[in-house]
């Protein structure tokens, strides 16, 4: 964007116009035109008159249609050659207009004289090189535009738009001023002075501000360069709305994050506070059974547990809704988890039958959250049970590689209207008139095994028990699974 | 539990406990006293940092939430003094993100409420890696592997691969090892100390995923070798894959200054001892 039309130019050859103008060659022409025949009619009528008279002789006869048929073969000559000499300047601007029109800027008619012509040669050089003038303001005032992003803030975005309006239209100095236009008056143009120009930064429900600038004396400004310079103005303003919209998205999205930052240390705050305590009860608890045994400090250390999960739980859920669960994944022989998740849950008066029939494969799981998941499986199952036995099964899958892990209990089942409603959140079985427990359990299980690349499934509704099992609900967890395979 | 004796001979191991909760605080430190280790208190960062400058123990048990100085803060200022091993005993679970920051300067992380006998095992465990020698910066195995057991990464073929905890346990292990074989026994007891039960398909199958994360070409292991029926050892190669036979001497000569290279060589040996003996 930085050549100079002057430099750039083809001259279109031969030169246009000569000393004589238009006028006064058609005006030759057409006196010759007329009177060369009239000197032919002339000649015929002294040969008829002749004839007339009876002095028509062989000679003047001769005489007579020579005169004629060269002051006829002189008109023909006369005109055409007069033609050709007024289209062929014509002929070589109307190209010349047809290379510009195809977009050749670059055509120029070289001039010569005063005459119409030459003056209709340099209005079309003027035309072109206006043309290519606003082509290349053009040119430059996209390039601006396009350089322009919301990320640079609007200081850098101010500054960047008056460099680009000062290159783009060779001002000698230009400024914007933000704000309501009204407060930079309008300059009056002086003759022989710098030309001020001005365009108001609008978009269609408010007026931004105003560039301001001036152009040397010499510089034609004509409404086409206004409305560039508008044009230009225009796409600025818009620029600073997307500047300004950045940066408000910007500031909240930190101010998310700071939210974000203050949840995580509130819940971390609550967290410590309601497990310290907790901690001392349960190994206290724990301490004092060492040494006599008593069911009832059992109940304790038991249901100090229960509130340490639904604590956990409760940040689980948090975690979930800002997608920051982070799963270790490790190996893990599931009947063991399952044992140990069991015996924390302290339901003596249940009888657990855990079948493992996957030969020794192993689950590739976070274990504090396949922990989450147990809890929450096996409490369920207890709770729903009705007392009767709860049958876990370890599974595999050898085509999907994956571990499953069925719980199984001898309830009532799934309600029908229930079903679709069971993994969402804070839903739990309204018939069983259970009141306790946070509702999250399943929803939490759910998405902390789909996390971890497995699933957790209602296998069976209920009603009527299969395959061995005691007939109640059914969920399976699916896990990615591990060959116990030395290697 | 109460077998004052168990150390022999040896120095009961002196632990220093910081938690800002005074009950669990006294319990704690009943709990471990009842298990033969000698225990000192502090009730914050600051009363934790006098302490040590009466002498070192040979573990720190912190708190995360303390007020004033928090537990993070007194772990980074412990370990920029020296290599005094850390297990973190926090209310916040190992999903958040600060447990991440924690196990970078902290050798174990128990959440609350602790279950003393999986805190006994894992006091057991880091004590027992006391006598391990892994460097702290980056260990480089080869031009496709390097080791940042601290940081719990892996650097493979230029890429930063994030190592699970237990699989930093059984590299650091196997590190502290280099070139000789490590049981499977010993690996089981480093990864899985607090679980019960635990099964050798543990080891088998971890380090098997660990290949996968770890070998430029994990079909034809050339840094981690299982010793079949043994257990498994961990190896330099200067070469990707091609230097069969000359590999061993191509270890030493590669590692540098005469230590090294005397280590590699000793550790050869010993890995070539393990093999004819298995």
């Not at chain 2, 573990?59 to 412990?78: H, N, Q, S, W, Y």
């Amino acid at each position: 964007m930085t050549v100079d039309p002057r430099l750039d130019t083809e001259v279109e050859q031969p030169r246009i116009g000569s000393g004589y103008s238009f006028r006064a060659r058609l005006t030759a022409g057409l006196i010759v035109g007329a009177t060369v025949p009239l000197l032919g009619f002339g000649a015929l009528l002294v040969g008829v008159e002749s004839a007339r008279a009876g002095r028509l002789d062989a000679a003047l006869t001769g005489l007579v249609l020579f005169a004629l048929a060269v002051s006829v073969i002189v008109a023909v000559l006369f005109a055409w050659i007069l033609a050709g000499s007024l289209m062929a300047p014509l002929r070589l601007v109307s190209r010349a207009v047809e290379r510009v029109s195809r977009g050749d800027l670059s055509v120029r008619v070289e001039v010569a004289g005063e005459d119409e012509l030459a003056r209709l040669a340099e209005s079309h050089n003027r035309l072109a090189a206006d043309l290519q003038r606003r082509n290349v303001e053009l040119g430059r005032i996209l390039v601006a535009i396009g350089e322009t992003s919301p990320r640079d803030g609007l200081d850098r975005l101010v500054a960047h738009a008056t460099t680009s309006a000062r290159s783009a239209f060779d001002m000698i100095d230009a400024s914007l001023h933000l704000g309501d236009p009204g407060d930079i008056p309008v300059e009056e143009s002086v003759p022989g002075e710098s030309r001020p120009v001005r365009a108001i930064l609008a978009r269609p429900d408010e007026r931004v501000g105003v560039l301001t600038g001036h152009l040397p004396a010499t510089r034609s400004w004509d409404s086409a360069d206004q409305d560039l310079l508008e044009l230009f103005a225009s796409e600025i303003a818009v620029a600073i709305r997307n500047a300004e919209l950045f940066e408000r998205v910007g500031a909240q999205s930190r101010r998310l994050v700071e939210l974000d930052a203050a949840k995580d240390d509130f819940l971390r705050g609550i967290s410590h506070n309601l497990q310290t305590p907790l901690t001392s009860i349960r190994a206290y608890a724990d301490q004092l059974a060492a040494s006599h045994p008593d069911r009832r400090l059992t109940i304790i250390a038991e249901q100090s547990d229960r509130l340490s999960r639904m604590v956990r739980q409760l940040l689980t859920v948090s975690r979930l809704e800002s997608g920051a669960l982070h799963p270790r994944l490790e190996v893990v022989a599931l009947g063991t988890r399952v044992r140990r998740a069991w015996e924390a849950l302290g339901a003596e008066d249940v009888a657990l039958d855990l079948r493992d029939e996957a030969a020794g494969w192993l689950a590739v799981a976070d274990p504090d959250q396949l922990d989450q998941v147990l809890w929450a499986l096996l409490d369920n199952a207890v709770k729903y049970g009705g007392g009767g036995p709860v049958v876990v099964t370890i599974g595999r899958d050898d085509e999907t590689e994956l571990v499953t892990l069925t719980i199984a209990d001898a309830g009532s089942g799934v309600p029908e209207a229930a079903r679709d409603l069971l993994f969402g959140r804070f839903e739990r079985s309204d018939e069983s008139g259970h009141p306790d427990g946070t509702g999250l359990g399943l929803y939490v299980s759910r998405a902390l095994c789909r996390a971890m690349g497995g699933e957790l499934v209602l296998e069976s509704a209920g009603r009527g028990s299969m395959d061995g099992r005691p007939g109640g609900a059914a969920f399976t967890v699916r896990l990615p699974g591990e060959a116990p395979d030395e290697g | 539990m109460l077998s004052g004796g168990r150390w022999g001979d040896v120095a009961a191991p002196r632990i220093l406990l910081v938690d800002d909760d005074p009950n669990l605080l006294t319990l704690l430190a009943d709990q471990l006293r009842a298990d033969g280790f000698e225990v000192q208190t502090a009730r914050d960062g600051d009363e934790a940092l006098r302490r040590l400058q009466g002498g070192w123990p040979d573990l720190l048990i912190v708190d995360m939430m303390m007020p004033r100085k928090d537990g993070l803060t007194l772990a980074r200022e412990v370990k920029a003094q020296a290599d005094l091993p850390i297990i973190v005993l926090s209310a916040i679970d190992t999903a958040d993100s600060k447990a991440d920051l924690l196990e970078e300067v902290a050798e174990d992380y128990v959440t609350k409420p602790y279950h003393y006998p999986e805190l006994r095992a894992r006091i057991g465990r880091v004590l027992r890696r006391l006598g391990d020698k892994v460097p702290r910066g980056e260990l480089v195995l080869g031009p496709d592997l390097a080791l940042e057991l601290h940081r719990r990464t892996a650097t493979v073929r230029s890429q930063a691969v994030q190592l699970t905890p237990t699989e930093s346990r059984l590299l650091y292990a196997l590190a502290a090892n280099l070139g000789r074989t490590v049981t499977t026994e010993t690996l089981l007891d480093r990864g899985w100390a607090d679980t019960e039960n635990a099964d050798p398909s543990y080891v088998w199958v971890t380090m098997r995923r660990l290949r996968q994360k770890i070998e430029p070409d994990p079909n034809h292991p050339v840094h981690l070798i299982t010793v079949r029926g043994v257990g498994y050892r961990l190896v330099t190669q200067d070469r990707t894959a091609d230097a069969g036979d000359a590999g061993a001497a191509g270890d030493a000569g590669a590692a540098g200054d005469a230590g090294a290279a005397g280590d590699a060589g000793a550790a050869g040996d010993a890995g070539a001892a393990g093999d004819a003996g298995a």
